[in-house]
């Protein structure tokens, strides 16, 4: 009998299976293994950061080295296309008019003329952002404009980027230009964990920064969880995700596609049918065995393809509580009637609606943030935004008057939580 590269399993086994997703996520020999590595970060600086990049990352560099110049960025201009360049032009306009929407509806002032009180509501930037950018067998542009640009529409005077130099002891061109056309402040020849420690503790060449944002993998991951006990972290956004909810009206050969399009992601990506349809399953089967000998990134889809799985459901209840169980990063509805569906959604980082919505338009094109929730973390964590770059505070001004109003009912609550100097400084002002 022919083995299948992706397993169809019924909605317990499902749920059986995921429902330790984070322990086997993040093992104790992992957060052991990146403990260290952020120790001996703290102690030795620089010299730590050599000494894991030529490990781990088998690259050798020299200390001075770590700092990209001006001239390294001239560079890689040369070494990227016209088109390129006008392509990222597209998505950072795109991302901006996202950004500086959210911004925009953020600030209010509330005058309440019948205690005479006045309540404005308004932000701050944070004063240092360190942007990771990770870049492997391939590199991620697209990721510094979801990260930088939000940081820039915020206000963020200062914006550190590091990324692994793993094109020619380089980091990418691609991510160089793109961190210039951002207006990255600093740029740093340094990935993975030993990174997360270098922006969070600072070493003799990199000072650190009041928050960390950005994708990696479970390492990075595991060392900005680590690290967010002393400095603030975005979300935990590790290996990609999709889930695609689907049923018979829905095309098999998008969803192959759309499946096998997260998986070239990375080895430990999860793609997920969930259906009521056996049909459907079957039809979705049947095309991704077919595409799957053609395809690019072949060894990365295939060993990723089969640690996913297409999931049977009895009914459409049970297909939205694994849904909201799992909280997928995105989250593709392809449903006859998906209204129906999505106010039951709870959980997921990004939903995006019918066949002619998928993943990577949003990746790259319409101007939504991909750096979301990943690891079940979807159901507490939001998706990146420029809220994650500034601090909202209150600015409140209260009268004479409002001190008369407000008297009686802050008296009975500072007596019940037995605080009767608090009264007394409200009371103090009207004697």
């Not at 070239?264 to 077919?290: C, G, M, W, Y």
């Not at 995006?352 to 979301?372: Q, S």
């Amino acid at each position: 009998m022919k083995k299948r590269i992706i397993k169809i399993i019924d909605f317990k086994t499902a749920l059986r299976i995921f429902s330790k997703r984070k322990e086997t996520y993040i093992n104790k020999k992992m957060i052991e293994y990146v403990n260290k590595i952020i120790s001996e970060v703290k102690k030795k600086g620089d010299f730590a950061l050599i000494k894991f990049m030529k490990k781990i990352d088998k690259v050798d560099l020299d200390i001075d080295k770590i700092i990209v110049k001006k001239s390294d960025i001239e560079k890689a201009y040369e070494k990227i296309s016209d088109e390129q360049i006008e392509a990222l032009k597209f998505m950072k306009e795109r991302i901006e008019k996202f950004e500086k929407k959210i911004l925009e509806n953020i600030y209010f002032k509330y005058i309440d003329s019948e205690y005479g009180l006045e309540v404005e509501y308004t932000y701050k930037p944070i004063e240092s952002i360190g942007c990771y950018i990770p870049s492997g067998k391939v590199a991620y542009p697209s990721t510094v404009f979801m990260t930088v640009i939000p940081a820039k529409i915020a206000g963020v005077p200062r914006i550190v980027l590091c990324s692994p130099p793993k094109w020619n002891n380089e980091i990418n061109p691609l991510i160089l230009v793109s961190a210039d056309m951002c207006g990255v402040n600093e740029i740093y020849r340094i990935g993975g964990a030993q990174a997360i420690a270098a922006l969070a503790y600072g070493t003799q060449t990199i000072k650190p920064v009041n928050k960390i944002i950005g994708p990696g993998n479970i390492y990075v991951t595991i060392a900005k969880i680590l690290v967010s006990r002393n400095v603030s972290i975005d979300l935990p956004a590790g290996p990609s995700e999709i889930v695609i909810l689907a049923d018979e009206s829905a095309n098999p050969k998008y969803i192959a596609l759309d499946l096998i399009s997260q998986a070239e992601h990375d080895f430990n990506s999860i793609s997920l049918l969930v259906t009521t349809s056996k049909f459907l399953a079957k039809k979705v089967l049947f095309e991704i065995e077919s595409m799957l000998p053609s395809i690019d990134n072949y060894e990365i889809v295939k060993e990723s393809i089969s640690k996913s799985y297409i999931i049977v459901c009895k009914n459409i209840d049970e297909a939205i509580l694994f849904i909201n169980n799992f909280a997928p990063e995105h989250l593709e509805i392809i449903l006859e009637k998906p209204e129906e569906v999505i106010e039951h959604i709870l959980n997921a980082g990004i939903i995006l609606v019918g066949e002619n919505t998928p993943v990577p338009l949003t990746d790259y094109c319409v101007g939504t943030n991909h750096v979301l929730p990943t690891g079940g973390y979807g159901k507490t964590y939001s998706g990146l935004s420029v809220l994650d770059y500034i601090k909202r505070f209150y600015i409140v001004k209260c009268s004479k008057e409002s001190i008369e109003k407000f008297k009686y009912f802050a008296k009975i609550l500072a007596e019940s939580e037995k605080l009767k100097n608090h009264y007394l400084a409200i009371e103090g002002r009207l004697k």
